[in-house]
């Protein structure tokens, strides 16, 4: 009886924990998801008109930064441009691989390289060009958020 008694109280602080561990994730996951401003994934060749993709968005006066969700068959460049009334920046990412090894296995994970942050003097509508360099089988997502 006593043993059941020991491990009922050190089962009730488990679950606290992880209770608290999942409300924690859930409400950092939903910060980054209510300042994406942009998204697009690439995953089909046809999204790409001519070898790029264009669009435009409006962005108000602040500090932004790009994300990507890349892997290693994504672009080993991917150009982009931002193009507004006061506002041009353009950068040529590097897909990097990070190689990680474990006891039992060797992975890599994959970023791009490159200046990801940029500020907007005010509100306008900004057109955004993304380029793979040819490169339009693999898959990556793109974000910009605001910081």
Do not use: C
């Amino acid at each position: 009886m006593h043993v059941i008694m020991n491990k009922k109280l050190m089962i009730i602080p488990l679950v606290l924990i992880i209770i608290f561990g999942i409300a924690g994730f859930s409400t950092d996951s939903s910060d980054n998801e209510n300042n994406t401003i942009f998204h697009v994934t690439f995953a089909d060749p046809n999204l790409y008109k001519n070898g790029e993709y264009n669009n435009s968005l409006i962005l108000e006066k602040g500090e932004y930064f790009f994300r990507f969700v890349p892997n290693g068959s994504s672009p080993k460049i991917l150009s982009i441009s931002l193009n507004g009334n006061t506002f041009d920046f353009s950068e040529d990412f590097k897909l990097v691989g990070t190689l990680h090894k474990t006891t039992i296995s060797e992975y890599f994970t994959w970023d791009y390289d490159g200046e990801k942050e940029f500020s907007i003097s005010e509100m306008q509508e900004i057109v955004i060009s993304i380029n793979p360099n040819g490169e339009t089988m693999g898959s990556i997502s793109v974000d910009i958020l605001e910081n």
